[in-house]
């Protein structure tokens, strides 16, 4: 049986699928919600394309894509509930980064926290602008709105599928958080 270009390529673009969903899910790990939206919305993105919106294939990415997104509103809500990297985990990761893009994302991310809490001092201080501060409102409202929808594409077709009840329960454990974070604002 001979495989025409286009199997290849479907095959090609799950692989790559794979790749970003394994990336998103060590971002979630490390604390770097940032890089793992971007990670499991492409890996969504190319699922989606390949099977369907609805299909069983793209749950489990439906899934952890929203649970990155309610991650980073939390930390976004929250930026001083992060825990400082010790100096061990430091060289630990400084030497297990190569010259790839994982080591670069890294980087990017780290100045990019940096840069937050840079903004957020001055705007504890009054050196900030207040629209920022309305701003970032506005992204945790908008991250945690498209954190119920995806988890919510999640549980439909998990349900529909009536095969993981377990799965089920993290669909719904997530949404109840997403829904606690949403009354808090």
């Known amino acids: 049986m001979a495989f025409s270009s286009s199997d290849e390529e479907d095959g090609e ?8 969903f394994g990336k998103g899910l060590e971002a979630i790990e490390r604390g770097r919600f940032l890089a793992a939206v971007d990670y499991l919305r492409n890996a969504l993105e190319l699922r989606v394309a390949r099977y369907g919106k609805l299909s069983p294939e793209c749950a489990s990415t439906y899934y952890q894509y929203g649970r990155a997104l309610l991650k980073r509103a939390q930390k976004a809500a929250n930026p001083f509930s992060i825990v400082p990297k010790s100096p061990l985990y430091e060289k630990t990761v400084e030497g297990t980064t190569s010259g790839s893009d994982t080591g670069n994302s890294e980087n990017s991310d780290s100045e990019e926290g940096q840069n937050s809490n840079r903004k957020y001092q ?12 309305e701003v970032a409102c506005n992204d945790i ?20 599928s009536k095969v993981n009840t377990v799965e089920t329960f993290r ?9 606690t974070e949403k009354r808090k604002r």
């Open 13 to 20: 673009e799950e692989d790559q699928a794979r790749l970003l």
């Open 141 to 160: 409202d908008s991250d945690l709105d498209l954190a119920s929808e995806m988890l919510e594409v999640a549980r439909g077709i998990v349900e529909e």
């Open 122 to 133: 001055e705007d504890r201080n009054g050196d900030g602008d207040k629209d920022d501060i």
């Open 171 to 179: 669909i719904l454990s997530a949404l109840t958080e997403v829904f």
